[in-house]
């Protein structure tokens, strides 16, 4: 009789599913923010901020797979502003990624609105601005997605879902630092670290962030939103096993502390299983010269007694990182919201029809500091490059392929500026090796794709690299690091049309110049690959006041 039940029960699930199916898309959720200055004292000391709503940090959004997010962006700054959802791939529709290669920016006193699906993803991930260094304000936020109903996840219900964005933070405002880096100057080590803007004083008068009833599993998404150090997250008296990464369950090892590099999501579950009373998280600087150290109050519900002095000690060295990164792996045994579902998508036996090696320099231009990739310090044109090459003018904005598929020669130290642009094939399977020659952590990030984080090792790479690979279970993911003197290895089928940054993700190599975009083209030009230019986007540069393209249809 049970049995019975529960089939019926599962085919009512069904047949409701089917019903929602046929009356039409997907949910939609409605947002309306208004993006202001505000004064903040994160570090005690008043300074201006960048406020979402009000908020700093900004919105916490909330959604589920395959839902449409319609969010009506409001700039109510004195300078241009766009944001980037770090990690939702946008299918078919670069046109929402919110970075200057495809979006012009939103003017002060004006408002845009973005319209995007969270398809096929599960996971943690945040939107931050991509202008300028406002992202050194605020306006960052949290964004999960989690898993519909009949897709389970390969862990029980938390207790509850909390979002934790740790990061860096200078006293100076963004517009100082824009200062520094325009004339030339980088700007120097931040003044602090914060656990969702803010930093527990120790005193006994801090709130908590977080609370936990005793016996109860809560899941924690951490973040680091920062603009450039690497941090280590960890509980004081807790351990955490962690679950998800970037869009992928992940095999689920215990973890004292973790590393997490700029632009890294993480998820993890962590037990209220100690004495009823207040703990630290704590938040502290890896590879610097001077530790900073954030933290935050995690408390027990009818607890007794503040958090100790006592915290535990973050690891030393990148060595301990690289090793961390080696006991990631992917769950090949959990179901998820992806087209193809963990477990069946074999991409070690794939041939790679194309290897691309990244190297990333420093130099001096005309006096200036800049950053590249193999010898091209990007700069982002007045027309966006999506819009130059939907509209048809692509030759007169930049030039495909300015570098080579080869990185950087040992002798080459001339750096171009110009607009970085490669020209990719559209389904094809690509091997990307980033080799970070310099002596500090470089951290990546890919717009629009996931892909297999095969390889992290030090030293140069060389085909016979390949086989120390992890072509069985690696993470499906958006970000890897690359440790200093090292190289990494990352595979992906580049499935998702459009034009799509791939950059640094410390955000000062990145304003000046290390970054660039793959355009990805389809070539039959249908609706069944990319989406047509959406209604109502702005427009600038040379394509301003020309007429459509003739539309793409199936």
């Known amino acids: 009789m049970a049995g019975l039940r529960f089939t019926m029960l599962l085919l009512i699930c069904l047949l409701a599913e089917a019903m929602s199916t046929v009356r039409g898309e997907d949910p939609y959720f409605f947002f309306t923010w208004n993006v202001t200055y505000g004064t903040i004292s994160p570090l005690g000391s008043p300074q201006q901020g960048i406020l979402i709503n009000g908020q700093f940090p900004g919105p916490n ?56 699906q969270v398809k096929d993803q599960i996971g943690s991930f945040f939107y931050y601005p991509s202008t300028a260094m406002h992202r050194a304000a605020g306006g960052f936020g949290g964004l999960r997605v989690n898993s519909r109903l009949l897709i389970p996840v390969p862990y029980a219900d938390p207790e509850d879902d909390y979002t934790v964005l740790i990061g860096d933070w200078y006293m100076n405002s963004h517009s100082t630092l824009k200062g520094f880096l325009d004339s030339g100057r980088s700007f120097a080590r931040p003044d602090g670290v914060l656990i969702n803007g803010k930093v527990a004083k120790g005193d006994g008068t801090d709130d908590p962030l977080f609370t936990m009833k005793p016996g109860k599993t809560y899941k924690y998404r951490i973040c680091n939103v920062g603009l450039k150090v690497s941090l280590n997250f960890r509980f004081q008296g807790h351990t955490m096993k962690l679950v998800e990464m970037e869009g992928s369950h992940t095999v689920q090892n215990t973890y004292q502390s973790l590393d997490v590099h700029v632009g890294q999501c993480f998820s993890v579950l962590v037990t209220a299983n100690q004495d009823p009373k ?75 029809t194309r290897t691309i090696k990244i190297v990333n320099s420093v130099a001096n231009v005309d006096g200036k500091l800049r950053y590249a990739i193999n010898g091209v310090s990007h700069i982002d044109p007045e027309t966006p490059l999506k819009l130059a090459e939907y509209f048809g003018v692509a030759e007169k904005v930049f030039k495909y392929d300015t570098i080579s598929d080869e990185g950087l020669a040992e002798s080459a130290n001339n750096v171009k500026i110009a607009p970085n642009v490669v020209n990719a094939t559209f389904r094809n399977f690509i091997e990307i090796i980033f080799e970070n020659h310099e002596k500090s952590l470089q951290s990546w990030h890919l717009d629009g794709h996931s892909f297999f984080a095969v390889a992290i090792e030090p030293g140069r790479w060389t085909p016979e690299k390949r086989k120390n690979y992890n072509l069985l279970d690696a993470v499906s993911r958006h970000t890897i690091q690359v440790f200093p003197k090292s190289w990494a290895a990352i595979l992906l089928t580049l499935d998702n049309a459009g034009m799509w940054n791939l950059r640094s993700e410390l955000t000062e190599n990145r304003y000046l110049g290390q970054q660039l975009y793959f355009s990805v083209l389809s070539p039959a030009r249908s609706l069944r690959d990319e989406y047509n230019i959406p209604d109502k986007t702005l427009v600038c540069g040379l394509v301003k006041g020309m007429p459509l393209p003739k539309p793409y249809t199936i």
Not at 73 to 100: A, M, T
Not at 311 to 323: K, Q, R, T, V, Y
Not at 329 to 352: D, E, K, V
């Open 61 to 116: 959004i909330n959604s589920t797979t395959n839902n449409n997010l319609v969010i009506n962006v409001f700039n109510n700054l004195d300078e241009p502003f766009l944001l980037h959802w770090s990690g939702v791939q946008h299918r078919k529709n670069s046109w929402q990624d919110g970075v200057l290669g495809t979006n012009c920016p939103i003017p002060p006193g004006t408002n845009f609105t973005y319209h995007f």
């Open 278 to 352: 207040d703990y630290y998280m704590i938040a502290s600087s890896r590879f610097t010269k001077k530790l900073l150290v954030g933290k935050g109050i995690v408390g027990y519900t009818n607890g007794n007694g503040i958090a100790s002095h006592e915290i535990p000690e973050a690891p030393i060295g990148w060595a301990w990182s690289l090793n961390q990164f080696r006991t990631f792996r992917w769950n090949l045994t959990a179901s998820a919201a992806r087209p193809n579902p963990q477990g069946s998508y074999h991409y070690g036996s794939i041939n790679i």
